[in-house]
Structures are given as C-alpha cells and as structure tokens.
C-alpha cells in the first residue's frame, strides 16, 4: 500500500505543478501577444524572432503550371509535384513520395544531407511522366520547405540560424540552404530553379488560404511547433527596405523558442531540456510538440519506478534510455479504452521491458501521459489565442472570421491533444470571437503550400 501511495504522490505532484487554468493561459497568451510586437519591433527584439519570410503574396487559387515542392521536416522529407489549372480546376494532379531521413544524416555533414535530398528529388523527377512534363523553354521550378530557424534576404534564399529537434550539422549553420540545396541538385545533373524557401508553418499557411480566404495563420504541432501568420507591412517597425505592393508580409514567428516565466515547468522538463542539443533554447516547443512529449513521461515514470515499487523489481536500463518511449505510445496508452488496460501493458513491455504491472500501476500510467498531453495542448491552446490577439481578433463585435489552419503529426493523430486544444482554445476567447474563430486541420499544407508559393513567385508568371 505504501509503494502505491509513494507512486500517487509523485503523480499528484506532477498534477499540480503541471496545472494550466485559464488566468495563467491568459497569462501565457499575452506574453505570446507582447514578444511578438517586441520581435516585430527590432532584430532580437524578444526570444520570438518573428523572421521575414518574404512572402508578401499567397496563392489566390489561380496558379497555373507544374511545381514541386520538397519537405524537411524532423522525421520525414518529402518529395511532391502539383499540376495546378487556376481558378476553376485548382490542383489537377498531384503526386508525392515521403522518404525517412537516415537518423545518421542528421548529424552529418552538409553535403551528405543535401545529397541525399538532392538524389531523391532526382528519382522523382525522373518518372516525371511524360505527358505532363514542362515545356522546355521553362526551368522546373520548386518551391522548399525547410522547417528550422533561417534568416531570410529574400523569399528563395535564407541562411540558417540554428538547428532544432534532432538535427546539427555544424557546417550547415550560417550558410544559405537554398546554394546548398542548388549545389547538391547541380551534382544530381538536376536542372531546376528553386523559387521559394518557406518553413513548414508558412506553408500550411498558404496551402490553406489556397482555399480559403479567412485564413489568417498556419501553426505545426508534429516532431516540432512553429507558427505563421499575415501581419500589415506597416505594422513590423524593424522592416528595412521597400515595402511590398500587397502592404502585407507573412511572418515567420519560430515561437517554439517562446518563453515565459508563466509556463508550468517542472524538474522534468528541466532536466530534459539540460540534457538536449540545445539547452535553454525551444523552451514552449519542449513543452508542446510529438519530439518531446514521450520524453518528458519516460522521465516522469522513471521517477515512478525510482521512488516506489509500482512496477515491482524490473530493471532499469530501457527505462533510462533517453527517447526510447515516443508520442505516439503515450498517445495508444492515452487512447486505450479496453477495461483492463491491454494495451498500456504492452506498450509498456514492448517499449520498456515492463512487464507484469497491475491495473492499478496502469491507471497511473494513463494519468501520467493525460497530464503531460493536457498540459501540451493547454498551453498550445494559449498560444493561438496569443496570435489572435495580436490581430485583435480575440473579443470583440460583428468579428471577420478567422480560421488557424494547423498540420503536424501530433496535431493529427493524437486525438485527445487536439480535442483539448479545440476545447481550451474556446475557453479563451469570448463569445463572439468563440463564433468567429475556427481551427481547421491543414493536410499537407506544408508539402503542397511550396509548390503554391513557388507557383505564386513564379518567373514565369
Ligand atoms: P515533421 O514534424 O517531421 O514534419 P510530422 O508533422 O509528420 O513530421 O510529425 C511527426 C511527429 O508527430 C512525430 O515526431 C510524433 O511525435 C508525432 N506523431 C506521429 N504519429 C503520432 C501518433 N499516432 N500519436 C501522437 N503523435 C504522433
Ligand atoms: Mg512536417
């Protein structure tokens, strides 16, 4: 009885310090509101870099041709080609390849990462089918969707900040991805103009508002979160240079580096983030997406196991290894509804080697993934409302519709993550916002919104 007491005591623990009610969610959500004028105000105004992205204009929806777009995301890289027909027809055909990324690659060197991406946008391009290949006058053009930190001159080109999730590759940081990119494909004899280099939030952005005038942001819950949204030219004081014909500029916000002294951490996450690649950094992406989600709870139960004797005398080793339980366990252990709680016992003993465990130890399991997953789309929840905010588009009368388009893996598999964002989100904002306001899931907004951005920048058109 004793060591179920010592194991409910480390929950309740856990429970309380991960608590989120709406004043501190206000809290968060202003904050979120307050750095990103400060990041709009001057270069490194606040943790939020709000980064130019250099689009001014997204597709209206009568963009005509062949484009390609090629995505790299934390987990996967995508290869893909659209036939767009313009207004009536939209997207005729569309094709894509999805390819893991090789964990080694992700550690490497420049070269071998983009020759990687470069040879298989070459297989693909290479069954091309012939009926709908370009005319020959025009280069194929493609639009890149490289979802890190990268400071951008100009729409097709961008040097990168800093590597995040499970990437560094040091000779890559501080050059620019789209030469590297275009060195690597002249290698592969691949003849091709990259026309646009967005992130993946910008992309689910302009892929969304490809069919939808109202929407007004593109947010990532997946291995990582990032969000994008259309803010007035005039309004971004640290903007050098003319400003563009559309008055607007889609800002690249790189809020997974957000930070607050309101965000519930915990020893947990503390030491999480102490023995990552990037302590200190992607504090609010620690918190909020599928990389880490997993993690934080392998810690929570090692503790578990550590200081009672729920799971009885197993050993230690899985247990402590960093990583080894993922998001989408905690998200099957989330969502099992079997009574006796089948498939947390196997998730456990496949996953951790822990075996035997009583329904009592498995119900503190479940706890354990509701508070960590809770708490990520709490605070996720907030960070929406922080954007709407910014927009003034969080109370008011007689409100424009607003729809927040979001794609990312964990957005769109984990079932409980969502409804409770979908949920807190309402919570947040007043009635007549409440009605105006819509989240909408953006599949593959990031893939497809390259090729529409490259398609809307293109030369040819
Ligand atoms: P990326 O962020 O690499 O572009 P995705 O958007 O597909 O890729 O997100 C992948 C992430 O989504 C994984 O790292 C994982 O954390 C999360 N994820 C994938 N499947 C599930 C699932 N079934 N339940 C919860 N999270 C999932
Ligand atoms: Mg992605």
New binding site residues.
């Given amino acids: 009885a004793d060591a179920v007491a010592m194991a409910e005591q480390v929950v309740a623990d856990l429970r309380d310090r991960c608590e989120t009610p709406p004043s501190l969610l206000r809290e968060v959500a202003s904050e979120m509101a307050r750095e990103m004028g400060a990041g709009l105000e001057k270069e490194g105004g606040s943790r939020v870099k709000m980064l130019l992205s250099y689009v001014d204009k997204l597709p209206t929806g009568r963009e005509e041709g062949l484009f390609y777009g090629l995505?790299?995301?934390?987990?996967?890289f995508?290869v893909l080609r659209v036939q767009l027909g313009g207004n009536e027809k939209h997207v005729i055909n569309r094709e894509s390849r999805e390819v893991g990324?090789p964990p080694h690659l992700m550690s490497g060197s420049s070269a071998e990462l983009f020759g990687f991406i470069a040879s298989e946008l070459a297989k693909f391009v290479a069954d091309e089918e012939k009926c709908t290949a370009v005319s020959n006058a025009k280069k194929r053009e493609l639009g890149f969707t490289f979802?890190f930190p990268v400071k951008q001159r100009s729409v097709a080109s961008g040097t990168l900040v800093k590597w995040t999730?499970a990437f560094s590759i040091d000779d890559v940081v501080g050059e620019d991805v789209v030469a590297e990119l275009q060195k690597a494909m002249e290698k592969q004899g691949l003849d091709m103009h990259v026309a646009a280099l967005i992130n993946?939030a910008v992309g689910t952005l302009a892929g969304a508002r490809y069919y939808d005038k109202d929407v007004v942001a593109g947010v990532?819950?997946?291995?990582?979160t990032n969000a994008a949204y259309v803010e007035k030219a005039n309004a971004i004081p640290k903007w050098e240079g003319e400003l563009p014909r559309s008055g607007d500029m889609v800002i690249n916000m790189e809020w997974g580096n957000f930070c607050s002294s309101h965000l519930p951490i915990t020893e947990y996450d503390e030491e999480l983030d102490k023995d990552s690649l990037n302590p200190g950094e992607q504090i609010y992406e620690k918190l909020t997406?599928?990389?880490?989600?997993?993690e934080i709870v392998r810690r929570v139960l090692l503790k578990l196991s550590a200081h009672s004797s729920v799971f009885g005398n197993i050993d230690h080793t899985k247990l402590k290894t960093h990583f080894l339980l993922?998001?989408?366990?905690?998200?099957?252990m989330h969502h099992d509804e079997t009574p006796d709680l089948k498939i947390v016992a196997e998730k456990l003993e496949e996953n951790l080697e822990i075996t035997g465990t009583s329904l009592q130890a498995r119900k503190l399991v479940v706890e354990i993934c509701d508070i960590v997953a809770r708490r990520a789309a709490r605070l996720a929840a907030a960070g929406l409302a922080g954007i709407l905010m910014k927009l003034g588009r969080d109370c008011g009368v007689e409100m424009q519709r607003s729809v927040i388009a979001i794609?990312?893996?964990?957005?769109?598999?984990?079932t409980k993550?969502r409804k409770c964002l979908e949920i807190t989100l309402g919570e947040l904002l007043d009635d007549e916002a409440g009605k105006s306001v819509a989240v909408k899931h953006a599949d593959d907004g990031?893939g497809i919104g390259a090729a529409l951005i490259a398609a809307s920048q293109s030369q040819y058109s």
């Fill in positions: 995505d790299l995301g934390g987990t996967n995508r990324i979802s999730k993946d990532i819950f997946g291995t990582g997406s599928g990389m880490y989600l997993g993922r998001t989408p366990h905690i998200s099957a794609d990312g893996g964990l957005f769109e598999h984990y993550f990031s």
